[in-house]
């Protein structure tokens, strides 16, 4: 059985523009502060800047 990697966690990435989360990925969680990239969005069919929130669980 592999062992947990406890200094990742998972992230969702939300769309600045619109609020809608669309993409899921995992961050180091020692010198990671928040993660800013450009996506695209389904919603405004066009690349926007999404940003990391903390996943619910």
Same mark, same amino acid.
């Given at each position: 059985m592999a062992k947990k990697k406890w200094w990742r966690i998972v992230?969702?990435?939300? %769309?600045?523009? %619109?609020?809608?989360?669309?993409?899921?990925?995992?961050?180091n969680k020692t010198n990671t502060q928040k993660l800013e990239l450009t996506?695209? %969005?389904?919603?405004?069919?066009?690349?926007?800047?999404?940003?990391s929130r903390e996943k619910l669980k």
């Open positions: 992230v969702a990435m939300q %769309c600045k523009d %619109c609020g809608k989360t669309n993409y899921h990925t995992s961050i996506k695209y %969005c389904k919603q405004d069919k066009k690349k926007t800047s999404h940003v």
